[in-house]
Structures are given as C-alpha cells and as structure tokens.
C-alpha cells in the first residue's frame, strides 16, 4: 500500500496525529515493516482523524 505521506510534517499537541496525513510519528516511522493489514487499518482511520484535526482548527 502506498504511503499517506504527503511530505508535510507537522504533528498536533493535543492528539500526536500528523496534521497532513493522520499518522502519529510511531505509525509514520513503522509504515513500511507495517503488515498490509496494519497499513490498511490505519488508512482507514485517517480520514476520521483528518476531519477531527479540521474541526479543531481555530478560525
């Protein structure tokens, strides 16, 4: 599975999630050893995680 990395590090305090992909540094540091299923676990989850970051962010 391709990486959600969109080269744009930049992790949130509060929740340790990448405001351009939504891995946390370990997930970031492990993606490629990830099994398939670990990455695809993890991919899902990034959109819910986006949107959170998104709703969070001050006007």
Do not use: N, Y
């Not at 990486?3 to 351009?20: H, K, L, M, N, Q």
């Not at 989850?45 to 001050?58: F, G, Y």
């Amino acid at each position: 599975m391709k990486s959600p990395c969109v080269e744009i590090c930049a992790f949130d305090g509060r929740t340790g999630w990448c405001r351009a992909c939504g891995r946390t540094k370990p997930e970031c540091r492990s993606w490629k050893k990830a099994q398939p299923h670990q990455q695809r676990k993890i991919a899902a989850d990034l959109p819910r995680r986006l949107s959170k970051l998104a709703a969070a962010k001050p006007e």
